[in-house]
Antibody, heavy 120, light 106 residues
């Protein structure tokens, strides 16, 4: 059974870079059937898709993040990572990694989420 | 593509039949999923392709619709169903979610 686990600092200073990693177990990030995304949720608010890594294609990002985001994969560690630059308090949220499949065309597996606070 | 869910919140009783609505700002065929989220937990996939059920999800959950108008129906509310529900579209990037419907106990 596939499991996803987010990891990274829980506190980031304003203007710095937020970096998170999602470790995938029970499945390979190189499979062409799966797309690997980052999604965030500010406290008490809704879900925002950040972007996705796909081993067989180019990444896609949400234009709302105005070029601050990059997502990459490390196939040797079966991980994919999020970098978000020039963070502000508005980037404070729970960050989830999730898997999308061609079979369901939906996010069928999610990590537990990790809280990131942007504060000095 | 903007997704608008209604109502934003809903109070209902155990045993009630409830219908949640999601409207897309443009046609998305059947590229819509529904998720349930409980406090402090990650969302859980309930429905994909607008009306297809996920294995292990109770049969009281059903989805319908295509184009711009979609519904999620819970045929007989159970205590564990009180949560927030989100719709999401995959028709085009960026992937977007509705703002959620919070289902509360009356």
């Amino acid at each position: 059974q596939v499991q996803l686990q987010e990891s990274g600092p829980g506190l980031v200073k304003p203007s710095q870079t937020l970096s998170l990693t999602c470790t995938v177990s029970g499945g390979s990030i190189t499979s062409g059937y799966f797309y690997w995304s980052w999604i965030r949720q500010p406290a008490g608010k809704g879900l925002e898709w950040i972007g996705r890594f796909y081993a067989s294609g180019s990444p896609y990002y949400n234009p709302s993040l105005r070029g601050r985001v990059s997502i990459s994969g490390d196939t040797s560690k079966n991980q994919f990572s999020l970098n978000l630059t020039s963070v502000t308090a508005a980037d404070t949220a729970v960050y989830y990694c999730a898997r999308r499949t061609d079979v369901h065309d939906a996010f069928d597996v999610w990590g537990h989420g990790t809280m990131v606070t942007v504060s000095s | 593509i903007q997704l608008t869910q209604s109502p934003s919140s809903l109070s209902a009783s155990v045993g009630d039949r409830v219908t949640l609505t999601c409207r897309a700002s443009q046609g998305i065929s059947s590229s819509l999923a529904w998720y349930q989220q409980k406090p402090g937990k990650a969302p859980k996939l309930l429905i994909y392709d607008a009306s297809s059920s996920i294995s292990g999800v109770p049969s009281r959950f059903s989805g319908s619709g295509s184009g711009t108008d979609f519904t999620l129906t819970i045929s007989s509310l159970q205590p564990e169903d009180f949560a927030t529900y989100y719709c999401q579209q995959f028709n085009s990037y960026p992937i977007t979610f509705g703002q959620g419907t919070r289902l509360e106990i009356k």
